[in-house]
């Protein structure tokens, strides 16, 4: 029996048909396709803060409540692009960090992973961001030169379209597809003047393939905390979800920090 431990991090992905995903353990690399149709087991040992590394409760985003107050890496202007200030010179909490992330070129895209949405992402997350999410299309909206000028557009456009993933469907894969170009041209009357210099001409549509063996009917969400022992044979992974045999669930990016050990029964 093999067992691998080590604090969890969300899923490093690699674009190619389909997915695959990677998770890194520190001192194990696992290729997570190659655990399709086995049984594994899942025990949650401890927390360890992806800031500060300490066994404290994990709050939001792999971060103890601490860290998830104190980090740059948490900032309020992460998830929501609007508030960002290092074009005007002026911290949040790191201003050479808050520099570093946002003064970088920024896309705004379209998605379809249940229906479409609007998101913003770092030029160089192209196209991880839309694997996170699960989408199965999507397409390049604006290049903006920084993650405020993006995040005003992403606002003008959740007027017309949303901005959130139904993750249900998605894991359920009740989808259906959009013309995405279509809907680009739509929205670009709505942007605001500031940002029409940015659009993109021309862009075509992104085709994302999963590798799911069988989707689920209905959905059991494994909570480690809750639950820190599982068992459960992989059937499918999609954006930061691991699919298993009796419709369980589980979504890596929530139990970031959690530390665990998995083993192959």
Known sequence: MSQFEGVLKKMITAYQKPIQYYLNLEKHFLHVNQLLGKQLKIEFQKYQCLNCGANKKIFRQGFCYDCFNETPRAGEWIMKPELSKAHLDEEDRDLEYEKKVQLQPHIVYLANSSSVKVGVTRKSQVPTRWIDQGAHEAIQLLETPNRYLAGVAEVALKDYVSDKTNWRNMLK?????????????????HLPDEVKDYILSDEKEFAIEFPVEKYPTKLKSLNLAKNPIFEGKLVGIKGQYLIFDEDVVFNVRNAEGFFVKISLQ
Request: charged share 35%; hydrophobic share 35%; no cysteine.
């Open 173 to 189: 894969n009740t989808i259906q597809d959009e013309d995405l170009e279509a809907k680009a041209n739509e929205l670009q009357a």
